[in-house]
């Protein structure tokens, strides 16, 4: 049977967390209907999420691979080896190789401080901001301008074995019970890479998944837009429709 670890810890509050919606513009076009940037990428590793609770580092890699794949159109995608992948969890996660008890996860708003500051493997973001996780037409403008969403989810025990393979759906007696009430399985985190309103897409344990917007609703408590130079340079959508200027000066007042 195939192993699937989770890993993601509760993030602290922080009140100076910055909104994405507070910097869009007025005149921003809307999203196509059905936007995806995932399924030309060829493969998806595991990223140790099979042996580590490292589900947050994984998906920092993952959407290092898609911002690399369609900055280059695949020639120069960079797949984070498992050692790089290892060091992050150390670093942000406390964890010690060879010592299990010190396997314990990380949670996302520290994982996006320090990869902003001292990046991962080399690969340093801009900065980032909150989306919020109710708002489908803000989902997809995020995944539409910045190619992915880096998300949390407390999954429910229903979630370990879908009706449908490789889709996370709310069970029919609702996000309640020892079933289906959220976190009875544990945190996760993933990258959305695909939206629509009604599905989303997304990549976890080497291989891509769904989600249905209403699990996303019940389910989802963080959600970041990550601004990365590698896919604002490579796809220009960014820049024109989106305060990329205030963002980072804002950021740069507390940090």
Partial sequence: MELKRLGRRQSAQDSRTLLFANYLKKALPAPPPTESFIDKVPSWPMMLNDRLGDCVVAA???????????????????????????????????????????????????????????????HKILGFAKVD??????????????????CGVWLPVYSQNPIEPNKWTVPPTGPVGPQGAPGTWGGHCVPL???SPYIQKLV????????????????????????????????????????????????????
């Fill in 60 to 122: 920092m890699g993952h959407m290092i691979q898609q911002w690399t794949f369609f900055a280059s159109t695949g020639s120069n995608m960079v797949v984070l080896p498992d050692s790089a992948i290892e060091k992050g969890y150390e670093d942000i996660g406390g964890y010690v190789p060879g010592l299990p008890w010190t396997d314990n996860g990380c949670d996302m708003l520290t994982a996006l401080r320090y990869w902003r500051k001292h990046g991962l493997a080399g």
């Fill in 133 to 150: 996780p109710t708002n489908i037409a803000e989902v997809q403008q995020a995944i539409w301008m910045f190619g992915n969403l880096f």
């Fill in 193 to 195: 890479m695909g939206a």
């Fill in 204 to 255: 976890t344990w080497g291989q891509t998944w769904k989600m249905t917007s209403n699990f996303r609703t019940a389910y989802c408590d963080e959600l970041y837009v990550v601004l990365s130079n590698e896919w604002i340079s490579s796809l220009g959508v960014s820049p024109s429709n989106f305060d990329l200027a205030t963002l980072k000066a804002d950021i740069a007042q507390f940090n």
